[in-house]
């Protein structure tokens, strides 16, 4: 397989994807957008109403966000989490 040349590329098309993503992700957080869900959009989980008071516009239960966040905390290692753990509390 000769996969070394594609995966250059793919990593630097990766960090230039993840920076666009915490950009958009950052924006999100400011701006509430929309009303939250009362059931996560991807898993169907309720969102607990403590949750959805503390983040408008929520639409992950804590778990997919938290994948979410994990995967996106493993490629860009951004450092936020003391200001991201606090948010979700
Ligand atoms: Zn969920």
Redesign the pocket.
């Known amino acids: 397989m000769a996969g070394g040349w594609a995966r250059d590329g793919a990593v630097s098309e990766q960090i230039e994807a993840s920076i666009g993503d915490e950009l958009a992700r950052l924006k999100a957080r400011r701006q509430p957008v929309g009303e939250s869900l009362t059931h996560?959009?991807?898993?169907?989980?309720p969102i607990p109403e403590k949750r959805r008071t503390a983040l408008p516009g929520v639409k992950?239960?804590?778990?997919?966000?938290q994948e979410r966040d994990g995967a996106h905390k493993a490629r860009g290692g951004i450092n936020r989490r003391g200001s991201k753990d606090s948010q979700l509390k």
């Open positions: 996560c959009a991807e898993c169907d989980e992950l239960c804590v778990d997919c966000q």
